[in-house]
């Protein structure tokens, strides 16, 4: 059974920072590439970051300078570091994994991790 399951969220005031982590089971993790997206409430869930299964990343133009996404394919982990927040950046953040074997698509999500930028 896949599951991803992230934490990290929390209250934290606008300029401050706050690391999300993901850890996934029931995956071949080091296969698959790995992305934060996020969800404001009344709007479509939109792509904050990506690290592929190389190591390459990409990010949204909105996070661009103030997140970095890590991966630990030893823990199963990919982690968000999100610096310089900004009330704009409140929403529920999810994980999710994809990876394309054999012509299909496999993907994954999490439940999500409310973060909440105050001003």
């Known amino acids: 059974q896949v599951q991803l399951v992230e934490s990290g969220g929390g209250l934290v005031q606008a300029g401050g920072s706050l690391r999300l982590s993901c850890s996934a089971s029931g995956i071949i993790f080091s296969i698959y590439d790995m992305a934060w997206y996020r969800q404001a409430p009344g709007k479509q869930r939109k792509f904050v970051a990506r690290?592929?299964?190389?190591?390459?990343?990409n990010y949204a133009d909105s996070v661009k300078g103030r997140f970095t996404i890590s991966r630990d394919n030893a823990k199963n982990t990919v982690d968000l570091q999100m610096n310089s927040l900004k009330p704009e950046d409140t929403a529920v953040y999810y994980c999710?994994?994809?990876?394309?074997?054999?012509?299909?698509?496999?993907?994954?999500w999490g439940q999500g991790t409310q973060v909440t930028v105050s001003s």
């Open positions: 690290i592929t299964r190389t190591g390459t990343t």
């Open positions: 999710n994994a994809e990876v394309l074997l054999a012509l299909n698509w496999h993907n994954y």
